[in-house]
T-cell receptor, first 114, second 114 residues
Framework: AQSVTQLDSQVPVFEEAPVELRCNYS??????LFWYVQYPNQGLQLLLK????STLVKGINGFEAEFNKSQTSFHLRKPSVHISDTAEYFC????????????WGLGTSLAVNP | DGGITQSPKYLFRKEGQNVTLSCEQN?????MYWYRQDPGQGLRLIYY???????QKGDIAEGYSVSREKKESFPLTVTSAQKNPTAFYLC?????????????FGPGTRLTVL
């Protein structure tokens, strides 16, 4: 069965510092991978997705993620964070045969401090 | 602009009352989803529908009901059988033709049962 593990529930960081939010998945078949962001009391917005091809994926707001098949990871990175990046971040995985479901991680709360 | 609307943003109900949450999309998506979000528990799938007049139970369907009479609409009823209904509810949609199931989210409804 597929599963997604976000290794850190909370990540505090200072403004302009780099950040990495970690995501590992388990699956016996090829997967599609997503990172979503949720600002307080709002819905989720897609940051980026990996479908195929280049393992380095660039998204919105300066975020990027790298797909590592051997380590079954899809870590999210940003070289310099802003206060406005404070939000909840969710990693999700799907494949064509799982009845249209996305499998979600529990989320990582990123707190950017001045 | 295309998107998903959920209404109301905040909803208060007395214990024992049924309540219906609205979800409408104008993205021409075939598939629609309802999630429940509680602090620290990520997103849990309640119901999903891949086509009009058809829907399937998700992981936590007990105490909830849905209908899908129109492609654009997927209302969720929280019944009095749901033991702990206070939560943030998110509606999403995706293109059925997409193999990777990228989901688009509404702004959410926060339900508080008093």
């Amino acid at each position: 069965a597929q599963s997604v593990t976000q290794l850190d529930s909370q990540v505090p960081v200072f403004e302009e510092a780099p950040v990495e939010l970690r995501c590992n998945y388990s699956s016996s078949v090829s997967v599609y991978l997503f990172w979503y962001v949720q600002y307080p009391n709002q819905g989720l917005q897609l940051l980026l997705k990996y479908l195929s091809g280049s393992t380095l994926v660039k998204g919105i707001n300066g975020f990027e993620a790298e797909f590592n098949k051997s380590q079954t990871s899809f870590h999210l990175r940003k070289p310099s964070v802003h206060i406005s990046d404070t939000a909840e971040y969710f990693c999700a995985v799907s494949h064509a045969g799982n009845n249209r479901k996305l499998i979600w991680g529990l989320g990582t709360s990123l707190a950017v401090n001045p | 602009d295309g998107g998903i609307t959920q209404s109301p943003k905040y909803l208060f109900r007395k214990e024992g009352q049924n309540v219906t949450l609205s979800c409408e999309q104008n993205l021409n998506h075939d598939a629609m989803y309802w999630y429940r979000q509680d602090p620290g528990q990520g997103l849990r799938l309640i119901y999903y529908s891949q086509i009009v007049n058809d829907f399937q139970k998700g992981d936590i369907a007990e105490g909830y009901s849905v209908s899908r009479e129109k492609k654009e609409s997927f209302p969720l009823t929280v019944t009095s059988a749901q033991k702990n209904p206070t939560a943030f509810y998110l509606c999403a949609s995706s293109r059925e033709q997409s193999s990777y199931n990228e989901q688009f989210f509404g702004p959410g409804t926060r339900l508080t049962v008093l």
